[in-house]
Structures are given as structure tokens and as C-alpha cells.
């Protein structure tokens, strides 16, 4: 157990829709990242945030959105959903920001878009 | 840019063998930081190691080691003594440090299925 709680495990939705995925990050950890993983993409960075600010962004999509609250735990928005948004979505955290630092990843979310 | 390259998308063993798994990786940073990474079929990511490009001492957990080699750019992993609850998939990762600190996440391999059989 890494200790990042992700929920829900799993989510089944329609093409156009809307859906929040949510992120606690481990104890202490105040950087959180969202990665995407599909069969055609792999494992893609998205974004990241550090003490409630965004600071790294990846390949995430215009359609979709993330934030991280005062008490830490982030949530990732994705809307007007298509079939090529189904994948398994990550998060994860670390203590900091730097490049050095050891990257904890939660179970991940299943999305499916039908 | 990054790139991290596992050459190997599938390697298929029969327990006890010992097996490694190989890691290229790209970056023009001087600074940088080498991950492993195991998926097992349940789907979560489980982190294994790190290791920065200042030390070059190869490391060893248990049956596990790795062996860095900045010559060649390659962080390679191999485990010894295989067995079937190793089978899963491997990543190799790698982290750079841009301008001011900070990185933008990690940049993933294609990733390593090792099936083990029994």
C-alpha cells in the first residue's frame, strides 16, 4: 500500500459526459501528479501540482482539468468524454517538487467510456 | 528532450532462471534521476528503486539489483532466482531536473511483460 488513496476504482460512462476522479496523496506528501495509461499511449504525465499550485503540465487535454485543494487532496476533472479518454488513470505523490524526489502512484482509477 | 527505450515487450522465463531487464534512456541534463517501477496484474504502480546520475554503485535488494552505467546510458535490472509472483509488468522511468528546480513528472519506458513460469 503506497499509501495514495484513489477513488473510484472503477467508472463506467458515456461518450459526452463528465466525471471526477479523486486523490488523496500519502501523508506529508505535498506534490501531487495525474498519468494517464493507455495500450496506445503508455504512461503519459498530465499534471502536476504542488501546495494547492499547478506546476508541471504534461500532455493533459484542454477538456480536462485538475486542481488540489487546501487540505491537499487533488481532483481531476475530464469532460465532453470520448472513447480514447478509456484508460487508467494515476495519481501520485511525493514529499516535494524537485525532480529528486520518489514518486508514490495510488491503485488508479479504471475509466471506461462507452 | 527524454526518452527512455525497453527494447524487451515481452520476455517469458521459467522460474528460478535469472532474468534481466534493459533501460535506455536520452536526456542532455546533467542531473537526472532513474526509476523502476513494477505493474503486477492487479494494475497498481509499485515503486522499486531510484537512483541519481551522480552515484554509480549498482544496487542490490534481495533477489533484485541494478546495475547503472552511464557509458552506455542504461539502467538495467535484473532478478535473480525468478519466481511466478514476479511476473508483471516492469517500467523504467526518468526524471530530469529542468531550469529553477522542479521537473515535469516522470518520463515512462514502454515497459517489460515478464511472465514467469512456473
Known amino acids: 500500500d503506497s499509501g495514495v488513496t484513489q477513488t473510484p476504482k472503477h467508472l463506467i460512462t458515456a461518450t459526452g459526459q463528465r466525471v471526477t476522479l479523486r486523490c488523496s496523496p500519502r501523508s506529508g506528501d505535498l506534490s501531487v501528479y495525474w498519468y494517464q495509461q493507455s495500450l496506445d499511449q503508455g504512461l503519459q504525465f498530465l499534471i502536476q501540482?504542488?501546495?494547492?499550485?499547478e506546476r508541471a503540465k504534461g500532455n493533459i487535454l484542454e477538456r480536462f482539468s485538475a486542481q488540489q485543494f487546501p487540505d491537499l487532496h487533488s481532483e481531476l476533472n475530464l469532460s465532453s468524454l470520448e472513447l480514447g479518454d478509456s484508460a487508467l488513470y494515476f495519481c501520485?505523490?511525493?514529499?516535494?517538487w524537485g525532480s529528486g524526489n520518489t514518486i508514490y502512484f495510488g491503485e488508479g482509477s479504471w475509466l471506461t467510456v462507452v | 528532450a527524454q526518452k527512455v527505450t525497453q527494447a524487451q515487450t515481452e520476455i517469458s522465463v521459467v522460474e528460478k532462471e535469472d532474468v534481466t531487464l534493459d533501460c535506455v534512456y536520452e536526456t542532455r541534463d546533467t542531473t537526472y534521476y532513474l526509476f523502476w517501477y513494477k505493474q503486477p496484474p492487479s494494475g497498481e504502480l509499485v515503486f522499486l528503486i531510484r537512483r541519481n546520475s551522480f552515484d554509480e554503485q549498482n544496487e542490490i535488494s534481495g533477489r533484485y539489483s541494478w546495475n547503472f552505467q552511464k557509458s552506455t546510458s542504461s539502467f538495467n535490472f535484473t532478478i535473480t532466482a525468478s519466481q511466478v509472483v514476479d511476473s508483471a509488468v516492469y517500467f523504467c522511468?526518468?526524471?530530469?531536473?529542468?531550469?529553477?528546480?522542479?521537473?515535469?513528472?516522470?518520463?515512462f519506458g514502454k515497459g517489460t511483460h515478464l511472465i514467469i513460469q512456473p
Open positions: 501520485a505523490s511525493s514529499v516535494a
Open positions: 522511468a526518468l526524471s530530469a531536473s529542468r531550469r529553477g528546480g522542479g521537473a515535469d513528472g516522470l518520463t
Open positions: 501540482y504542488y501546495n494547492g499550485e
